[in-house]
């Protein structure tokens, strides 16, 4: 079964203690992105990886990292967490062999809370 | 930056009413996708519309997209508790990433 698996899928931390969300998927995609989700703002892409070892900046990357050292594997890491970073967590993937605008598929979300 | 507004935010509806969502890009769009996401779900893709003036129908949702490649809209016709959920359009940039709008959340009234 297709799967992209995001863990863990909640968590409530505290301010400045380093955390990572890992995103896994089993599609071969090519494409992995990282979205947070916030009342009234939609989606806001965080990083996006195009491939292995391809990491860009979305809209709101600041105060998070990724890397993308193998293909199926693409964790989002808080190196010193603020309570502006509470909220919900996407990890999506794509296919890009067949194309350019191909429809993500989403992981169930991780939702952190940093008090 | 390129932009994507969605209206309206919230819309409720009795069961049976229609129900529709209106989607607008800054720019024009070389597609536009459409995604659902239940309560407590995650966005799960509907649709890609790439044509101007494109009209796909599913069952009882209905999405067009504008002329000039920069609105679009979701239209469903005699609601069920099943279509709860917030609904969102997105369109890609320059750099093929999506953006999105901020979802029009559909409440089914008691």
């Known amino acids: 079964e297709a799967q992209v698996t995001q863990n863990p899928r909640y968590l409530i931390t505290v301010t400045g203690k380093k955390l990572t969300v890992t995103c896994s998927q089993n599609?071969?995609?090519?494409?992995m992105s990282w979205y947070r989700q916030d009342p009234g703002l939609g989606l806001r892409q965080i990083y996006y990886?195009?491939?292995?070892?391809?990491?860009d900046k979305g809209d709101v990357p600041e105060g998070y990292k990724v890397s993308r050292k193998e293909k199926r594997n693409f964790p989002l890491i808080l190196e010193s967490p603020s309570p502006n970073q509470t909220s919900l967590y996407f990890c999506?993937?794509?296919?890009?062999?067949?194309?350019?605008?191909?429809?993500?598929?989403f992981g169930d979300g991780t939702r952190l809370s940093i008090l | 930056g390129q932009q994507v507004m969605q209206i309206p935010q919230y819309q409720h509806v009795q069961e049976g009413e229609d129900f529709t969502t209106y989607c607008n890009s800054s720019?024009?769009?070389?597609?536009i996708q459409w995604y659902k996401q239940r309560p407590g779900g995650h966005p799960v893709f509907l649709i890609q519309l790439v044509k101007s003036g494109e009209v796909k129908k599913q069952k009882r949702l209905t999405f067009q997209f504008g002329e000039a490649k920069k609105n679009s809209s979701l239209h469903i016709t005699a609601t069920q508790t099943t279509d709860v959920g917030t609904y969102f359009c997105?369109?890609?940039?320059?750099?093929?990433?999506?953006?999105w709008g901020a979802g029009t959340k559909l409440i089914i009234k008691p």
């Open positions: 997105a369109g890609p940039d320059s750099n093929y990433q999506l953006i």
């Open positions: 999506a993937t794509r296919n890009l062999r067949t194309g350019d605008n191909q429809p993500q598929h």
């Open positions: 720019t024009t769009l070389s597609n």
């Open positions: 990886s195009m491939n292995v070892e391809v990491t």
């Open positions: 599609m071969n995609h090519e494409y």
